[in-house]
């Protein structure tokens, strides 16, 4: 079966879905730091995806872009998981409930 | 040759010029501003801190800017250009901001903010006089709030581009919400969390109706000779002039939406009350002249009635209640609204006179109400109290302090001969053409102001010369508090008004006697775009909705003018009006006599050149 | 035509250097307060003469554009015409004599400087008033006027009562001011203008379509006439104005700003001719006002306000004759009134400078040994202001009360008229000569206090005498028979615009005959009581116990004004800022700021803390717009 | 295209997905790491197949390389701990989300599906691949053209990421005494 571009489409919604899911049921920060990062792929297939059959090269650009942010979110990201890690010694999600209203 | 609002004018690109003074008169007090914050604080020896190069850099920057607009009032291109009907762009400065969104730069002067911007800059260069004097707790940042206030509300006065207005509008709210919350006093948190609340609410309203502007006008785009060429159906325009009133109203203290004017004007700190008081509150009422009449004519004829009554509703309520105050700061709080409605008033007339009288009454009404103000502090400061059951027979004492104060209590209660009164009269005026009724009981109002007033004046320096109030309760611990500030002083002023005091009163009083001795000069600068507003709302009352706005411009600098087919000028064939193009005059023109006499042979060629535009 | 400018601003001038000048020494200020009003005064008599010899030529001319909004267009002008003249040679004249009087008056007074200042601004505005052109400098010179009266009541503002006085004068003049501006408004509206000229062109015209605007129009201004000339309803601020300065009563309460009413009314001439209805009011309202201000003088006490009353009384005489369309002889009296009232002022302010400010006039008498000249001036001007014949007074009068006589024989009802202003000329006489008697003649009440008794210095004792002289002579400027050029010259101003210009009536001989019989029983009257029998204080009024108390409470008007008006406004203030705007205004505001914080307790449930309950929702979201787009179609 | 293409596109999709789930599902952090590089390798492959080389390059080496051993490092500098594949706190939390993710996923398909070729217009055919043979060259263009000045504004972005992980680390040690 010759993949189109709904091809990558699904499997890109595929890949989203996952990682939203993953987001929301896993209690380790890492964890869903990392499905976040699967999530920010899926959209990145998408855009690649665009750009090839819509022969511009605007999609990578972003893609480009995305990476760029995603490095730095990465960074900044972790160093919050360790710096938490060190102050509370315990890194469930579910205890962080500072925000209750 | 365009007709702007099909498409943005390849012409009108960019075309800030150089030098692009209007920005430079917009943008001067903000960065001042932000400059300020980067001045050291040096503490002082004896603790507190020393503000002086401080209070020297805000108080040249407001003082330069209002040096700029004056430019700008004298360089304003007088008379009608030759027609009756017209309403030119002078000093357009115009550049491109998010295109696809319909947002661009587009800054200008016309009749209808040639007065208001000086107005704005003149208050608030006495604004920050008064704040030097009365504020010395973190004067840097009160200064710097105050003349990033000033940038907003000078860019809602300058923007023709509705989300332009929109961003100054928000901006202004900020720095006042702060400059009360901080620096006021006791229920200043209160105060200013009501004040913020109601105008917040209304500017989303007001931004929905914007976005629907954008989304429903041919081109997308936001510029105001755009959306005057392309008026809303007589349907949107209902709620769309509703949702805009709704946020210019509440900002404006309409009647029954002013209640959160009282307490931010009372809590508010004297020079911050002068800024919400004198000038913020125009904002709102130039708004309504500058857009949400044009745009919305079959609306506003609509909903004139209406809203009159709440404007009369408003003068009578808040003379009324300005009668039983005991609180000297609030009896002038409840006058302001009641002036505030009487402006409305004029303003929902629709008619020449209305108009011109309110926005010579918004001039007024800020200069009188700034003096006012600052005479609190000062009676304050020699007083000890504010309530006018604790004192009496000032004048003894302070009779130059009396004399000022009697030269405002007069305008306030517009005295013929003062400038108040010659707003008042022709808003009255105005207001009896379009409804005899309405002004007839609007008149009665001036019975209340007299009586109020005059209890206010006699209260504070007439009088038995009795014992003085009792010491406040409060403590002055903090070394940085001044004798002006409510409710904590260090000591009572003995003496009578100082020079310093006086500096900033007499510019005021100055301008009160001449706009009662000779407004011809200010109406001349105002009537002829005034004419334009009326004629389109004449053309808004009859039926079709559409006011046949068209915009003319030539791609350099020059004069943009909008021709508005009023319907009146039957001497002129209304359906083919002949475009004015005017070159800006400013920028070719070394001296003013010389330019004065080119100006006119300029503008005769280049009525004589020039074609047909449509 | 540059003088008539040189008139107008002199007094401005003064006003503007005394009210900077704080160092000037007292001599400066006693020299340039009257002098520049003197100034004045000469100046108006040289634009008199030239203006005489060429009979009432009327003038008019433009200074200035004052505003252009549309087709509103107001000029800043004078129009000089015999009414005018007469008027302004009043203002200057009189303005002068009392000034120079206020030079010893207020000589021991600390706020010296501060007096001429008023009294100059008093003039200027004034001024304005007579000269203008239009009716909006009319307005602005009203309502000038109204607040140097303000200022100078309330010259001694450590009394509350001067003060209260003066914020009374203010309101209630300010009432005045809203009938005139919404007169003016009509005015514009259907002429198109407010330039006397124009409208009084074509008040024809606008009658013809609309005969019941010009009734409005008068009607309204006749508010502004009441309020400014202290007539029935709105008199209740003149007898309090009297807490001011005496010379201020005598120039502004006496002479002047009072009669502008009666200036108002003869220089609006061809609107109130032509609407006979408001014509009918302003008779009946002078008539009654001029009984009531009688009966109000012959009860009170106080020396000031008894001649406030009588000032009202004279002004009600004036609002008679120009309201019977005599409007030669309402400013004809208005002129004698100016010369008889400014001299007996002068006389009660000479009395009190002696007694040490008191003004009981039941603790006077006798002075007539100590004060001569004083008793002398006064008696002539009381003899005047009674009609007593051949002084100024009777020769005003009688042509009005005449006037009356003369209409009466067409309309029924002006019989009554006549007769009350008949019975009101005797009531005059008696409360005057009740006056005179009761501090000049008999013997010392109250030793003490006029123990250091003596006329006043030559400063005020020469004007004095100049008015008195001026009350006897003042009459012959229209003596039956002679010439009667004050009439013949003021009728320039009445013919220009009316054809039916009301014809000088010829004297009325049987009038004047019965006008002079009850002023000699007034006298006859006051000499009994007052003169001979001399009553206790307490008997006076016991005879009439019920009359006597509804004339000393002043017919319980102020009071009645007090319940009525005053307190109601203050209550419903009072009540709109405890309860409206506390409840209702605020009410709304807060109630749903309530409304949205109780809502808002349910919804922080919502708000977990926990952040993977917040992403949820976010995916929720995220279904709700995808299904939108599967389900859109 | 060429047969051999659409092996490695399917076996590079199977791949890729079943190394989401292993993101999703493992117990461990390190197993979903190691499942996360999975699909960022399969990932660049498609990219490949897409003619995107710059980007496949790039996701290899900031993905596979430096953001992953970051990853990695964190896991082992935290240590191994153990916690339940699902949260237990919040069940209506999990079951949920899995019903909500199904949902999305049901709805992106069936739209996807059903717009066909729709979604990318006249350009949504198989000789737009063929057509450019590399597109690093005009990727570089577009960017250095048209992008030039948010391209120079993103080392902004990493710098103040970088000082803000410095931040992070120093204030907490701070903190600590």
């Known amino acids: 079966m010759t993949p189109d571009a709904s091809s990558y489409l699904i499997i890109s919604a595929i890949l989203f879905t996952l990682g939203t899911v993953g987001v929301l049921v896993r209690r380790d920060p890492l964890i869903i730091f990392m499905c976040i990062e699967l999530m920010l792929n899926s959209v990145n297939l998408t855009f690649v995806a665009f750009s090839h059959y819509l022969s511009s090269a605007d999609g990578l650009i972003f893609v480009f872009m995305i990476m760029t942010v995603a490095a730095a979110e990465v960074v900044v990201g972790l160093a919050l998981i360790v710096s938490i890690f060190r102050t509370r010694e315990d890194i469930d999600v579910d205890q962080l409930d500072e925000m209750h209203g | 040759m365009l007709t702007l609002g099909i498409a943005p004018v390849p012409g009108m690109a960019n075309e800030l010029g150089f030098p692009p003074l209007l920005t430079i008169l917009l943008f001067l007090p903000a960065t001042a501003g932000l400059l300020l914050l980067l001045l050291p604080s040096r503490p002082r020896p004896e603790g507190g801190y020393s503000w002086f190069p401080v209070k020297c850099l805000a108080q040249t920057a407001a003082l330069a800017t209002f040096g700029l607009s004056v430019y700008f009032l004298v360089e304003f291109h007088l008379g009608n250009l030759g027609r009756s009907s017209h309403w030119a762009i002078q000093f357009p400065e115009h550049g491109t901001w998010l295109p696809s969104l319909g947002i661009s730069y587009f800054l200008g002067v016309d009749g209808l903010n040639v007065w208001l911007v000086p107005l704005c800059t003149g208050v608030m260069a006495v604004a920050i006089f008064a704040a030097c004097l009365m504020i010395n707790r973190r004067a840097k940042a009160f200064l710097a709030l105050m003349l990033i206030a000033e940038t907003g509300m000078l860019g809602v006065f300058l923007s023709w581009n509705l989300f332009l207005f929109y961003v100054f509008w928000e901006l202004m709210l900020v720095p006042a919400y702060f400059l009360v919350g901080v620096w006021g006093e006791g229920r200043r948190i209160q105060a200013t969390t009501k004040f913020v609340i109601y105008t917040i609410f209304g500017s989303f309203i007001m931004l929905v109706a914007i976005f629907y502007l954008y989304a429903t006008t041919p081109g997308h785009n936001l510029d105001f000779p755009a959306l005057l060429a392309h008026p809303p159906s007589t349907s949107a325009q209902t709620w769309l002039f509703l949702a805009f009133l709704l946020a210019l109203g509440i900002k404006a203290a309409l009647f029954p939406f002013h209640s959160w004017a009282p307490d931010t004007y009372v809590e508010a700190p004297v020079p911050a009350t002068v800024l919400i008081a004198s000038v913020m509150g125009k904002t709102a009422t130039f708004a309504i002249v500058r857009f949400a009449l044009p745009l919305f004519p079959h609306a506003a004829n609509q909903f004139s009635g209406l809203l009159s009554i709440l404007a009369i509703l408003g003068i009578l309520y808040g003379a009324t209640m300005a009668l039983v105050q005991i609180d000297i700061k609030r009896v002038l709080a409840y006058s302001s609204i009641s002036h505030m409605n009487l402006i409305l008033l004029g303003i929902f007339a629709l008619n020449q006179q209305g108009l011109d009288g309110s926005i010579l009454q918004m001039v007024n009404h800020g200069v009188i109400m700034a003096g006012l103000f600052i005479m609190v502090a000062i009676v304050y400061a020699r007083s000890g109290t504010r309530r006018l059951d604790e004192m009496s027979g000032l004048a003894k004492a302070f009779p130059v302090m009396g004399g000022f104060l009697l030269l405002l209590f007069l305008a306030a209660m517009d005295l013929p001969g003062l400038g108040s009164f010659a707003g008042e009269f022709t808003i009255l005026v105005g207001v009896f053409l379009s409804n005899a009724w309405f002004a007839t009981i609007a008149a009665l109002v001036t019975i209340l102001a007299a009586w109020y007033m005059v209890r206010w004046f006699q209260g504070i320096v007439h009088g038995p010369v009795g014992e003085q109030a009792p010491e406040p309760t409060a403590d002055a611990s903090d070394e940085a508090w001044t004798v002006y500030e409510f409710p904590v002083r260090r000591q009572r002023l003995t003496k009578d008004l100082r020079w310093i005091e006086m500096a900033m009163i007499v510019p005021l009083a100055a301008v009160v006697i001449w706009l009662g001795v000779i407004p011809k000069p200010f109406t001349d600068r105002t009537a002829p775009t005034v004419a334009a507003v009326a004629g389109v709302l004449r053309s808004g009352a009859h039926g079709s909705g559409s006011a046949a706005g068209t915009v003319a411009l030539q791609p350099k600098r020059m004069k943009l003018v909008v021709q508005v087919d009023n319907g009146v000028d039957s001497s002129q064939p209304s359906q083919q009006m002949p475009c004015i193009w005017l070159p800006n005059l400013a920028k070719t023109k070394p001296s003013l006599p010389g330019r004065l006499t080119k100006r006119i042979t300029t503008r005769l060629t280049h009525q004589m050149t020039h074609g047909s535009c449509q | 035509m540059s003088s008539v400018w040189f008139i107008l601003l002199l007094p401005l001038f003064g006003f503007l250097v005394l009210s900077v000048g704080s160092p000037l020494p007292k001599r400066a200020v006693a020299v340039l307060g009257p002098g520049v009003v003197g100034v004045a005064f000469t100046a108006a008599i040289v634009m008199f003469f030239w203006d005489y010899g060429r009979h009432g030529v009327t003038r008019d001319a433009v200074a200035y554009t004052w505003i252009v909004s549309g087709h509103f267009v107001v000029n800043f002008g004078a129009l000089i015409d015999p009414l005018a003249t007469v008027m302004c040679l009043i203002v200057t004249g009189v303005g002068f004599l009392i000034l120079l009087y206020s030079v010893g008056y207020m000589s021991e007074d600390v706020d010296f400087r501060r007096f001429f200042c008023y009294m100059d601004l008093f003039v200027f505005a004034m001024l304005v008033l007579v000269l203008s052109d239009s009716y909006l400098f009319l307005l602005v010179g009203w309502a000038g006027v109204g607040l140097t009266s303000y200022l100078l009541i309330g010259f001694w503002y450590e009394r509350p009562a001067a003060v209260a006085a003066a914020r009374q004068a203010l309101v209630v003049n300010v009432i005045g001011d809203w009938g005139m501006m919404v007169a003016l408004f009509i005015l514009f509206l259907h002429f198109h203008t407010l330039q006397y000229v124009p409208i009084f062109k074509h008040v024809p015209a606008v009658l013809g379509y609309d005969g019941s605007t010009v009734r409005i129009v008068t009607l309204l201004l006749l508010v502004g006439a009441v309020a400014k000339s202290a007539q029935l309803p709105l008199h209740v601020w003149l007898p309090n104005a009297m807490e001011g300065p005496t010379p201020v009563s005598a120039l502004i309460h006496a002479a002047t700003m009072v009669t502008a009413g009666v200036y108002l009314i003869a220089r609006s001439y061809p609107l109130f001719h032509s609407a006979p209805f408001t014509q009918s009011v302003v008779i009946i309202i002078g008539t009654c006002g001029a009984f009531f201000a009688a009966t109000c003088a012959l009860a009170n006490n106080d020396i000031k306000r008894v001649l406030a009353y009588s000032t009202m009384s004279q002004i009600a005489y004036m609002f008679v004759g120009v309201g019977a369309a005599s409007y030669a002889s309402g400013i004809f009296h208005l002129t004698t009134h100016a010369y008889f009232k400014a001299c007996l002022f002068m006389g009660a302010g000479a009395v009190m400078h002696a007694l040490h400010d008191n003004v009981d006039i039941r603790r006077m008498g006798g002075l007539k040994a100590t004060m001569p000249v004083t008793f002398w001036c006064f008696l002539i001007a009381t003899m005047a202001i009674s009609g007593v014949p051949l002084l100024s007074g009777f020769f005003s009068k009688d042509e009005i009360v005449g006037s009356v006589y003369l209409q009466a024989q067409h309309v029924g009802w002006l019989w009554i008229i006549w007769i009350m202003l008949a019975l009101t000329a005797g009531l005059t006489a008696l409360y005057m000569f009740r006056l005179l008697f009761m501090v000049f003649l008999g013997q010392e009440r109250d030793p003490e206090l006029a123990l250091h008794a003596h006329d006043p210095p030559l400063v005020m004792r020469l004007p004095m005498m100049i008015l008195a002289v001026l009350a006897v002579i003042g009459g012959y400027l229209a003596f039956p028979g002679a010439p009667n050029w004050i009439g013949n010259w003021l009728r320039h101003s009445f013919e220009r615009f009316s054809p039916v210009a009301p014809a000088e009536p010829a004297t009325q001989w049987a009038s004047v005959i019965i006008v002079i019989l009850t002023v000699a029983l007034g006298i006859f009257a006051a000499y009994r009581i007052y003169y001979q029998r001399r009553p206790a204080p307490e008997q006076v009024g016991a005879t009439a116990p019920a009359i006597y108390r509804l004339f000393l409470n002043r017919w319980y008007v102020d009071g009645l004004y007090d319940r009525a008006v005053v307190r109601p406004i203050i209550v419903l203030g009072l009540f709109l800022s405890t309860v409206v705007e506390r409840f209702v205004i605020n009410g709304l505001v807060e109630g749903s700021a309530a409304a949205l914080r109780d809502s808002s307790r349910d919804m922080r449930r919502v708000q977990s803390g926990y952040v993977r309950n917040y992403a949820l929702s976010i995916l929720l979201g995220a279904v709700l717009v995808v299904g939108y787009y599967v389900f859109r179609r | ?177």
């Open chain 4, 1 to 177: 295209m060429p047969v051999l293409a659409i092996i490695v596109f399917w076996i590079s999709t199977v791949l890729a997905v079943l190394g989401g789930i292993g993101v999703v599902a493992s117990p461990a952090p390190v197993y979903s790491a190691v499942s996360l590089i999975l699909t960022l390798a399969n990932l660049a492959i498609l990219y490949l197949l897409l003619n995107a080389q710059f980007i496949a390059a790039a996701q290899v080496l900031i993905y596979a390389g430096a953001v992953m051993v970051l990853f990695l490092f964190v896991i082992t500098l935290l240590g191994v701990r153990d916690y339940r594949l699902f949260g237990d706190r919040q069940p209506l939390q999990r079951y949920g989300a899995m019903l909500l993710g199904a949902l999305l996923l049901a709805g992106i398909i069936y739209f996807v599906s059903k717009s066909g070729t729709g979604l990318t217009g006249v350009h949504s055919s198989y000789n737009a691949f063929q057509a450019h043979k590399g597109n690093v060259q005009a990727f570089g263009h577009e960017l250095f053209n048209g992008f030039l000045l948010p391209f120079e504004i993103t080392p902004f972005l990493l710098v103040v990421a970088m000082i803000g992980a410095v931040a992070l680390g120093k204030s907490t040690q701070g903190s600590r005494g």
